[in-house]
């Protein structure tokens, strides 16, 4: 007890010391979760976040999928090289152990009080965030419905993928990824849909990364042990230690060709990363999975190869405050997600299971603007009880969430070893909008890499669901609302749209950046238009369609105009038209 007491002491006298040698600008870089930990003398993970980080300014100069993601991987990557490469060669010196990550331009490590101090004190250093471990948010799992089968499950004819097919659209020449606790790739179901099985040969080279090096500090237990974490560490073959990654797989592209039909796109081909081990990630797996996904790489984690990345990753998993995610590495994980759609990959997210209350939307990657999220419905279409709710109120933002809602409830999939169950969760509502995302690329390949457009597509088709629940000031009679987004998918309308869609006209759009802000707003707001020049329309629509606001402008490219004629509470779309193309988005008036 007297030693305890005396490294507790010692321990205070060095941060009161700190406190008055220091300034006020290195001691604010400090999460106070981190703070909290070190000042017991403890070390803990953590993430060393840099001030710099990269322009991506000519991303409007890249048309295809393969064009952007190779810019945005060069350009992240370089930047990264050269901003961190002083405190790589301190962390050597040291033998601290780290990774590096490009994407967000941070690196993981792992120290105690004086060395996190002097990494603070770096002038190149930004912030130091918490790296903590966080359990997933398990979805209820039906035990009574393991022998029950539909042939085509219920989920996907309620969003008519299975008519989708008979126009002759599987998947076929897409890339599903998958972001979870393990897939395990010999289950019956999605054996024949995994990258690196031709029907003879394995090879997992660009198909699979393990995220996993370290035993969770969580379940308390230091040595690897086949019984408790059958993965081991650093897998170089997809593994499972918990089951619900083969289930989301399965509801992507799950079919094994003897009457299970579970999957949206059992055309497409699976690639994935486990960032869980046994249930429990952090921050700094969740981002090297996203990394991975953006370059795949060879089993031994390189060469890396941008254009080998996935269409569309699915991420049915969330890391909640409670755990130690919050605002200081939120900003890290949305910067993650931001730089993959900029590279073209269309982003997943289940939106939680913290329902039925109002702003229960919070917790990344949901959270964020260029995730699209989304929300659980059930087989009438009415929303499930834990589906959770916008708006996202924990940033501040206001911004009305999920996207869009699926099937969520009593989901029938892939379970280890090789069968099937019903769950239920968000888990498995996210599945099928990756799986319908590859459905849309598969009908009009052009639309790769087009995220804005496929994600405009995908909420204008929905069938809109109103609801008596009125959240962050929009009536729920009103679409898009806070419980359903913009209603449930309907992924053979989307389809029917996406073929439709010239390749003229996404590539062109796709060039062309349209923002209102702020969004939400009250009174007045802006508009800011880049990559156009000539004269143009602007029409603002209230719910049921009707004109309300309409402007004429000749622009060149940097144009903005504020917008002063006050709007009613509610929400309203604009289109933007200049001669054949449209942008169209919308704007929330509180």
Same mark, same amino acid.
């Given at each position: 007890m007297g030693r305890y007491l005396g490294v507790a002491f010692l321990a205070l006298v060095l941060v009161g010391n700190f406190n008055r040698v220091g300034d006020e600008e290195w001691r604010n870089k400090i999460d106070e979760e981190v703070w909290e930990s070190i000042s017991q003398n403890r070390e803990m993970d953590f993430m060393i976040v840099f001030e710099s980080q990269a322009s991506l300014s000519r991303l409007s100069q890249f048309k295809t999928k393969e064009e952007k993601g190779k810019y945005v991987f060069e350009r992240l990557r370089d930047h990264a090289r050269q901003s961190q490469q002083q405190v790589i060669r301190l962390l050597e010196d040291r033998k601290y152990p780290y990774r590096s990550f490009f994407l967000a331009n941070v690196i993981a490590s792992r120290g105690g009080l004086d060395f996190i101090v002097e990494l603070a004190k770096r002038s190149e250093v930004s912030k130091i965030a918490p790296d903590p471990w966080a359990p997933l948010d398990q979805p209820e799992r039906l035990?009574?419905?393991?022998?029950?089968?539909?042939? *085509? %499950?219920?989920? *996907?004819?309620?969003?008519?993928?299975?008519?989708?097919? %008979?126009?002759?659209?599987?998947?076929? $020449?897409?890339?599903?990824? $998958?972001?979870?606790?393990?897939?395990?790739?010999?289950?019956?179901?999605?054996? %024949?849909?995994?990258?690196?099985?031709?029907? %003879?040969? *394995?090879?997992?080279?660009?198909?699979?990364?393990?995220?996993i090096r370290a035993i969770d500090t969580i379940h308390r237990d230091s040595i690897i042990v086949p019984e408790l974490n059958p993965c081991g560490l650093d897998s170089k073959f997809p593994c499972d230690d918990n089951g619900h990654g083969t289930h989301t797989m399965g509801t992507m592209v799950g079919d094994d060709g003897q009457g299970n039909q579970i999957g949206v796109a059992p055309g497409a081909k699976w690639v994935a990363c486990r960032n869980m081990e046994r249930g429990y990630g952090k921050p700094s797996t969740y981002i090297e999975c996203f990394e991975w996904f953006l370059a795949p790489t060879d089993v031994n984690n390189e060469n890396p190869d941008p254009t080998r990345s996935p269409h569309v990753i699915n991420n049915s998993w969330g890391c909640p405050p409670k755990e130690g995610c919050n605002a200081t590495n939120w900003e890290v994980m949305e910067r993650v997600v931001d730089n993959l759609k900029a590279a073209g990959i269309f982003v997943v997210s289940s939106a939680g299971n913290s329902g039925s209350g109002c702003g229960s939307v919070d917790d990344p990657p949901a959270m964020f603007e260029n995730a699209f999220s989304v929300g659980a419905s059930r087989i009438n279409d009415t929303i499930a009880g834990f589906s959770s709710r916008g708006p996202v109120l924990v940033d501040g933002s206001g911004r009305l969430k999920p996207n869009v809602v699926a099937p969520g409830a009593g989901v029938r999939s892939a379970v280890l070893p090789a069968g099937y169950q019903s769950w239920s969760g968000t888990s498995m509502a996210g599945p099928h909008v990756a799986g319908a995302v590859a459905l849309i690329i598969s009908a009009n390949p052009e639309m790769a890499g087009q995220i804005d457009a496929i994600e405009d597509i995908l909420e204008r088709t929905a069938k809109p669901v109103g609801t008596l629940q009125n959240c962050g000031g929009i009536a729920g009679s009103m679409v898009p609302n806070n419980t359903y987004g913009f209603g449930r998918i309907n992924v053979l309308e989307a389809v029917q749209v996406a073929i439709g869609v010239s390749s003229e006209e996404v590539v062109d759009a796709a060039q062309v950046d349209v923002r209102v802000f702020p969004n939400p707003s009250i009174g007045s707001f802006y508009i800011d238009i880049e990559g156009l020049d000539g004269a143009i329309k602007f029409n603002l629509y209230d719910q049921v369609g009707q004109l309300v606001q309409r402007y004429e402008w000749y622009v060149h490219d940097g144009f903005r105009s504020r917008i002063d004629t006050p709007l009613p509470p509610g929400i309203y779309f604009f289109q933007v038209i200049q001669e054949n193309l449209t942008w169209e988005g919308k704007i929330i008036s509180q």
């Open positions: 035990q009574n419905s393991v022998t029950l089968r539909q042939n *085509i %499950e219920w989920g *996907i004819r309620k969003i008519g993928a299975d008519q989708v097919w %008979e126009m002759g659209f599987d998947g076929t $020449g897409v890339r599903i990824g $998958g972001a979870d606790t393990g897939f395990s790739w010999e289950h019956p179901a999605i054996r %024949e849909k995994y990258q690196g099985w031709d029907g %003879e040969h *394995i090879d997992h080279n660009y198909s699979w990364h393990d995220a």
